[in-house]
């Protein structure tokens, strides 16, 4: 189906970062012109006067299912949350658990504006696999493996992931499986070298925690001599195929293994502030180190929201307070880290609004009283909130259409979530 979208403001993040007010079309599910104004027929028309079009959010880091932890367990020390709720919990997982959560999860990522995200989970993936499909959205897929944490063998761990890629790649185009060794203290050496070469051998993309808090930095110092960063650069691991989600507690010759390597790595300040983690990842060192840098949620359960537009203004002004500078990071740095950035490292061609582009377009009222006066549209993700959202496209596919999902029953989801919580968590 043909769709033009009329009379837009919108935020390109083309080549030259060009925000015009004009017509975007759309044939089979890909963008085929921007342009002040578009003449012909196309079978479904937006009219998007008084509206910002900003390209579909990439959520760089998350864990979906564990939507059904939203406020569970709040106000604990984070060894105490982990070991006394989170992973109980986690051992009762079933399918329906995980089904529940992720549409939840989806759910609540469009209506902020994401279209797209980088998930790691450890169980039932098919049932995420199967969300994203039947929902419309994007993502990037991996099976959280960790042998030393779970206290399985390096092979059994691996053959998790290995399933899961064989089972849904080329499913389709807007799913990708990724390999998701857990993190390097909770993956045994050999498993990490594992999923590694399979990535490699098959084109696929490595997603992996490292560095989020202090404690992980002395544990690998003491117990293999080198920093997080060092040693997954000593197996090989970094380059830029690999997505990387924290690093906070970093070196400056860390910052510059990964700009070299070309990996990407996910910021994630609301959920590194409610854990309480301490560190500040150093995004300005990385920048200048020519990392790929992202933005992310991480799982709500350390959140409480998949809002990438508040991840964006956190990020901004963590940075901005962690130096005294204001300019330490540029606004046009954190959408380029929101948008283009993320679809870089996640491998899909989205990210931007512009010909050839995957048609993930996002519309927001701006006749809003949170966005009004209206000085400058870059800045606007200081003020914008999920209520402003209308319409968010997927591969040309309105998921959402005037406030509206188009296929996914809001309610029935909402509920069947609350009822799956209840019956996991039982406090
Ligand atoms: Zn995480």
Same mark, same amino acid.
């Given at each position: ?260 390597? &070309? ?8 959920? @590194?502030?409610? /854990?309480?983690? $301490?560190?500040?990842?150093? %995004?300005? =060192? ?100 999920? &209520? ?8 040309? @596919?309105?998921? /959402?259409?005037? $406030?509206?999902?188009?296929? %996914?029953? =809001? ?17």
């Amino acid at each position: 189906m043909d769709t033009l979208i009329r009379d837009a403001l919108i935020i390109t993040q083309n080549r030259n970062r060009e925000i015009i007010r004009g017509d975007i079309l759309i044939e089979d599910g890909k963008i085929s012109k921007v342009a002040k104004s578009i003449h012909g027929g196309a079978e479904e028309r937006i009219d998007a006067s008084g509206k910002l079009a900003f390209p579909g959010l990439v959520n760089a880091h998350t864990h979906i299912p564990m939507s059904l932890f939203r406020g569970y367990a709040e106000g604990m020390r984070l060894h105490d949350w982990l070991e006394k709720k989170i992973w109980p919990a986690e051992r009762r997982l079933k399918p329906a658990h995980v089904r529940a959560g992720s549409l939840l999860g989806i759910l609540e990522m469009v209506r902020s504006g994401t279209t797209c995200f980088n998930e790691m989970y450890i169980a039932h993936m098919d049932e995420v696999c199967g969300a994203v499909l039947g929902s419309g959205m994007r993502a990037s897929v991996g099976f959280g493996m960790f042998d030393l944490a779970r206290k399985t063998s390096p092979e059994e761990e691996f053959k998790n992931g290995k399933s899961l890629a064989e089972k849904w790649s080329g499913k389709s185009p807007l799913l990708n499986i990724s390999m998701a060794p857990h993190a390097p203290y909770t993956c045994s050496e050999e498993l990490l070298l594992l999923a590694k070469e399979y990535a490699r051998r098959n084109c696929l993309r490595l997603h992996i925690h490292v560095s989020e808090t202090r404690k992980e930095v002395f544990d690998s110092l003491q117990q293999k001599g080198k920093r997080p960063i060092e040693y997954l650069h000593s197996l090989g691991m970094l380059d830029s195929e690999t997505v990387l989600a924290h690093g906070s507690w970093v070196t400056k010759r860390e910052s510059v293994l990964v700009g070299k390597s &070309g990996a990407s790595l996910s910021h994630n300040p609301v959920a @590194n502030l409610k /854990l309480a983690t $301490g560190g500040i990842c150093p %995004l300005r =060192e990385y920048l200048e180190a020519g990392a790929n840098i992202c933005l992310g949620t991480d799982g709500t359960a350390s959140n409480n929201s998949h809002n990438m537009l508040e991840t964006m203004k956190f990020a901004q002004l963590l940075q901005s307070h962690l130096y005294w500078d204001p300019l330490r990071i540029s606004i046009q740095q954190v959408w380029d880290a929101a948008t283009i950035n993320g679809a870089k490292a996640l491998g899909f061609n989205s990210g931007s609004i512009g010909p050839g582009k995957e048609a993930d377009i996002v519309l927001a009222d701006l006749r809003s009283c949170n966005l009004a006066p209206l000085h400058g549209p870059p800045s606007l993700f200081f003020s914008l909130h999920p &209520g402003n959202i209308t319409d968010v496209l997927i591969a040309g @596919n309105p998921v /959402l259409s005037e $406030g509206k999902f188009t296929s %996914l029953d =809001e309610g029935k989801i909402i509920e069947e979530a609350q009822r799956q919580a209840e019956g996991l968590v039982g406090d």
